[in-house]
């Protein structure tokens, strides 16, 4: 009798067929298409702009008060990323955000969502798992080591920033769960709350926010789930209590404010893909050889730089993940 090797469950990796595009439905794809350019066109093309503080608009009535302000200074281990380049303040990155659950408008996300209660929360693990769970978001902070990881963040817009999170690797998370061998992809959702949220309010995309992964992905090291930044607490605007941080892939990837995280068979959809899938794939590596329909991918405005600088294949981290595509056609598969 031949004894088979035994393949760890998250390298299994299913039939990848090629996507079918999905239909856009007739009399829906104009709004479907202006509600894409809204979403992702506006940076693009546009001259270098400094980042700037939000007017003051009000937070939503019904928010509950925010937690005691954090008054610590924000503090990182390093002062440049792994290739030398320099973090983004902690200025830069609290006040330019894509948040379509409080505004389109990057500088007004702070000011928007700085009510929003991130504490109680709870974060559900399940699907195809041995032991689902409904975390308490305190639990999670002191199940793992808090790490700090200092990633470049590639919107698909086409502008960067260098940003020191702490957390902890998504891997650690779904062992803890005990993935069934049938579980083939990552499913995860932010909350869907209008009131709190009011972006949600708007009819242009199909709320709540979900994002996915395959499963050898989501066990990658360099996919984080993270709890803070320059060594304090996550803010609303950037996806407090528990964001993830897909460095490789575009920022869309890395979804916010997470409540439920499944472990499931097929290939999830995400918010991006039913707004527009021929521009939004479920990979989304970052790839300057693949262009966005509308706008070039092959370079990147580094917020507070003037200039643009090359974007790199997976934003940087081929050597650590391109071998997790081996074999897939990437301008297909995009
Ligand atoms: N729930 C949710 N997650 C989200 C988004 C969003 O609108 N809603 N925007 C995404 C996009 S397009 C990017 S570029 C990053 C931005 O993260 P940052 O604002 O912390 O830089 O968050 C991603 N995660
Ligand atoms: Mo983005």
Redesign the pocket.
């Known amino acids: 009798m031949s004894r088979l090797p035994k393949i760890p469950w998250y390298e299994i990796t299913s039939e990848r067929t090629y996507l079918n595009r999905r239909q856009l439905m007739v009399g829906a794809g104009a709004a479907l298409s202006l509600a894409a350019l809204a979403a992702?066109g506006m940076d693009a093309p546009a001259a270098p702009a400094a980042p700037t503080v939000a007017e003051g608009e009000s937070a939503p009535a019904s928010a509950a008060p925010a937690a005691t302000p954090d008054t610590r200074e924000p503090t990182a281990g390093a002062t440049a990323d792994e290739l030398g380049d320099p973090l983004n303040t902690f200025e830069q990155?609290t006040n330019?955000?894509?948040?379509?659950?409080f505004s389109t408008d990057k500088e007004s996300?702070a000011q928007l969502a700085k009510n929003f209660p991130v504490s109680p929360w709870t974060v559900t693990v399940g699907g195809l798992v041995d032991n689902p769970t409904t975390y308490d978001m305190d639990d999670i902070r002191g199940m793992f080591d808090i790490e700090e990881r200092i990633y470049r963040?590639r919107?698909?817009?086409a502008w960067s920033?260098v940003?020191p999170w702490q957390g902890f690797p998504l891997g650690k998370l779904l062992a803890a769960a005990g993935p069934q061998s049938e579980a083939k992809y990552v499913r995860f959702q932010?909350l869907h709350n209008p009131e709190l949220m009011p972006g949600q309010k708007s009819a242009w995309y199909s709320w709540p926010?979900t994002e996915g992964l395959r499963m050898d992905e989501a066990m990658n090291d360099l996919a984080i789930l993270s709890t803070g930044l320059y060594g304090k607490d996550l803010l609303p605007?950037?996806?407090a209590p528990l964001?993830l941080v897909v460095p490789w892939k575009?920022?869309?990837k890395?979804?916010?404010?997470i409540v439920s995280i499944e472990l499931v068979a097929e290939q999830p959809n995400s918010l991006w893909m039913d707004a527009a899938s021929n521009e939004y794939g479920f990979y989304a590596n970052v790839n300057p050889d693949v262009n966005h329909p509308r706008w070039s991918q092959g370079s990147e405005r580094r917020i507070g730089e003037s200039g643009r600088r090359e974007t790199l294949p997976f934003n940087g981290y081929a050597e650590q993940v391109a071998g997790l595509y081996d074999g897939m056609d990437l301008s297909k598969n995009f």
């Open positions: 992702c990155i330019y955000n894509n948040f379509y659950e996300v963040l919107c698909v817009e920033m940003i932010t926010y605007q950037s996806g964001r575009y920022g869309f890395s979804i916010k404010s």
